[in-house]
């Protein structure tokens, strides 16, 4: 019998040449749209990052987080602190934020993996709130109050808004090409199998506990990328905003609703956050009661999502991970 | 002929998408000690697990007395009265040897079988009644799978391969104690990877190859090479 | 510093109620109750709902809060947690991650964000005075009487009666507790039933002792979670112990600086969790 491994349909072949066709319309989107789409857009590019980190922790590895915020609000403060005190460019302090998010993931994995399953999620949540205290407290970038990304000064505003974009724009790609690139790794692989059965992968020579704190600390560099970003869009950082939990609650939300443990889960998940958010988020706290009850029932009846769903009655796979084993 | 308390008609059983019994019949009479052979993975286990309810199976695929019960909810199996000693004992390893009993007793049947009477068939429990469970030999453990069992009165026992890690002098001290157990018209279904133990204890045996029936007939009648080659398929 | 000791002990019995509903949920079933401080919070604003229009005694609501608090969780049990049980953490933790989310804004629209509290009929200023100028509240003092009895009757539930062995069975090993004729779906949702029991009493004096708004759940939940693990999982005597330990860090925290009383009880829950992952009174095997 001859068998072939396929990792590419016809149908992901036609969805990557729609992708890059879309990317290079978004990329001149500066001279043909409005200043506020790219704000929107921005914004919005920070959850999805977000949310694909969630998606990665819990989705392939096991780790329900909520306290991702804390490398969300870390990335966002050392932009700030780097910009504002040590007269770094924000710009380049963006992935210099999310480095050291990274490398602050590393002793924080040795206290968030003592808790397993719904107690690491918990645990994870404590340590977020312990640094956004430890921030609260400190008054060189404004305390509790919060303060101002003042760097700018000097920069003109359309220089800064196309390049944030830009960013924004290319920080989305790079994210969503390389998970996809990681997961059809063979570290990739090895993860998926950790989810199916721990046993039966450590059975197989795969090193739990070194998948899990690479996936923790490339989550954190991720979450940190979101949040330095989110803030050098924004200007304006307090504790309570940086390190708000209602940044893991949306991330979750979009990670349910389009799709836990694939990859087009959280870029159909965005899309529909942002339309929501778009035209109901004015109604304040009906809208937040409206969003956890769809998380809720989503979750009861359709836990594989949009994308779980779509595969399931019409066969879609946008992004396969998937190695399909075919005999011919 | 004495009356039919269990049978199967063409059970079909399933793990997930993977079919593991295929069209089984098999019948239990009262007060009869039927053996289940088979090498690993010939669909033994599958077989008890789909008659106590652990594996969803169709509904007139199991009778007890002629009632339907395939599918049922374990919880109704053992009420009806059918119950299992299970592979590798499964204590509850919170609990002392007393406290396990006690949980066999859940379904709330009467009978002989109470605390007192388990405790007069197997004197060492009676002993070690508050020591946690973990703490026994491996032997000992089995008593008190034996006993929990036995606590829920049960008309049919099941045991699953309740030799397996048991040094051959204590597998004979808990074989020998079923005569005394099986007296008052229960009827047992044992399951085992030793072929001359399950022999010497049964009247029938069936022999399991693949998830299908390869052997069945008289424990006594059936000769060597018949039972190695339904039970190796060479 | 003896003052600040006892504070601390009478603040820790209140964690310690929160503690015993989270630790009860999570010992008989693996799950996590993310939503227990919002259930807390929304206990007391039913008690506030219902002390306003009814004008009753405190212990009448407390007793007719109990049974309905047993029927709610037994019925939350079987219809939304139940199927989300699994190997799998994520729908459980989503499912009651949601609903906090829900609980805190659905109680912010009809409350508003404006702190209230229940009025206890005198109780949270009453005061014992033990001499020297020491002096205890009454109501804190039954709040720790209140603690240490819930704490006693878990312990005699679990290890007395068969409702207790049914617990400890399901959670040992499900499928052969239902092969003893358990069914595992009745007896956790009797443990949350239990459960949302002591989350009303916790709610009940929570309200009482100081005021309460929408947004307060998460902390309370932290604070239960981090009693749970200094004590050490699978011991209710020591999840007493580890809020006794909580309550007392935070008190001595609070009087050296009161932006840090929260944060000082949340750096010895991780100095703890690092040298002791067990906690410190970890339930020892058979």
Redesign the interface.
Known sequence: MNAKVVTNTANSKVGISIAVLAVMIAAALPYWGNPYWMYEFVNIACFFIFAMMWNLL??YG?M?S?GQQAFFGIGGYTMLALGNLAGVNPFIAIPLAAILAAILAYPLS??AF??Q???F???T???S??VR??VA?IEMVGGGAGTSLTAFRGVSRTFRQYTTYWIALGCVVATIALIYIFLRSKQGLALQAIRDSEVAAESQGVDVQKMKLAVYIVAAFGCGLAGALYFVSNLRISPDAAFS?NWT?FG?FIV?IGG?GRIEGPIIGTILFWAINHYFSDFG??Y??G???L??LM??FA?EGIAGLLHKHFGWDVLTTKRIFKAS | MSSVVIETHKLNGFYGDAKVLFDIDFRLNEGEVVGVLGANGAGKSSFLKAISGLMKVEPGMITLRGEAIGGSEPGEIVRKGIAMVPEGRRLFPSMTVEENLKMGAFAGRKGRWDINSVYAQFPILKEKRNVPSTSLSGGQQQMVAIGRALMSNPDVLMCDEISLGLAPVVIKDIYDSLPNIVSEGMSVVIIEQDVMVAQRCSQRLYCLQEGRVSLEGASEALTRDQISQAYFGI | MIETITQGILLGGLYCIFALGLSLMFGVMRLTNIALGDQIIISGFIAIGIASVLQLNIVLIGLALLPCAYVSGYLFQRAVLNPTLSRDPVPSLVVTFGLSIVIQNVLQELFSANPRSLDSGGLNTQSIDLGGGFVIGVLPLIIFATAIACTFGLQMLFSKTSTGRSFRAVSDDREIAELMGLSAKKVYATATGIAFCLIAIAGLFQSMRTTISPADGPSLLLFAFEAVIIGGMGSFWGTFAGALILGITQQIGFMFDPAWGIWFGHLVFIIILFIKPNGLFPKTKG
């Open positions: 819990a989705g096991g329900v909520v040795k206290l003592r808790l399953g719904g107690y999620a918990i645990g949540w404590v340590i709130e312990v205290l430890t407290n939990v609650a979750i349910m836990i706290t009906w937040l009661i969003l956890g009850v998380a809720i979750t009861l836990k």
